[in-house]
Structures are given as C-alpha cells and as structure tokens.
C-alpha cells in the first residue's frame, strides 16, 4: 500500500523559508507525476508544483520564482523548497503522487500546514 509521509510545515515570519519533504513509501510499478498542492478554507486545492515523468516540471505563477520543486530519488522523495515567504502562502500544503500500484492511481499526503505571519 502507497503511503504518503509529509513534514517540514510550520509557523515563519514573511521573507523566510521553509522546505517541504513528502516521503513515498509502498511499492509504485510506475510514477507519472508527483508533487504539491494547497488549499486554505473555503477554496479549491489548487497546484503549487509537480514533476511529470517524463515531462515538464510545472510551478504555479503564484510562486514562481521563490519555490522550486525537486525529486530525491535515494529518500524516494519529492520536496518543495520554498524561499520569500508571504501570508498569501499560508495554506495546508498536500503531497500528490499519480501513478500506478495495481491499476492507476491518485495518492494524497494527510496535509501539512504552513502559516506565515509576523
């Protein structure tokens, strides 16, 4: 079974950093994409960055410019490093992983929260 452990969340002041860390455990035939989306109340989850393989890596416009998204392969991980923090980036942060584990499937992390305030 496919499991999703994410860290790194917390309380930071605007202009700080954080580093966000989904570790992918479970046995995956095949990864089409992995990465992190967002949402606070009353709002759509809405896509930060992911990875497709093969393909493009994708960073919302958003963030572009202050977050990047990078695959571990030896942790089998997929973080996100984010630099320049604002309170319009406060939300709760989802790892997702697309891919295959007996048919295809959409994996979620339990969600991490990020809250940006002075």
């Known amino acids: 079974q496919v499991q999703l452990l994410e860290s790194g969340g917390g309380l930071v002041r605007p202009g700080e950093s954080l580093t966000l860390s989904c570790v992918i455990s479970g046995s995956l035939s095949r990864v089409n994409a992995m990465g992190w989306y967002r949402q606070v109340p009353g709002k759509e989850r809405e896509l930060v960055a992911n990875?497709?393989?093969?393909?493009?890596?994708n960073v919302a416009d958003t963030v572009k410019g202050r977050f990047t998204i990078s695959r571990d392969s030896a942790k089998n991980s997929v973080d996100l490093h984010m630099n320049n923090l604002k309170p319009e980036d406060t939300a709760v942060y989802y790892c997702?992983?697309?891919?295959?584990?007996?048919?295809?499937?959409?994996?979620w992390g339990q969600g991490v929260e990020v809250t940006v305030s002075s």
């Open positions: 990875i497709i393989t093969p393909g493009p890596t």
């Open positions: 997702q992983v697309r891919g295959y584990s007996g048919g295809f499937n959409v994996f």
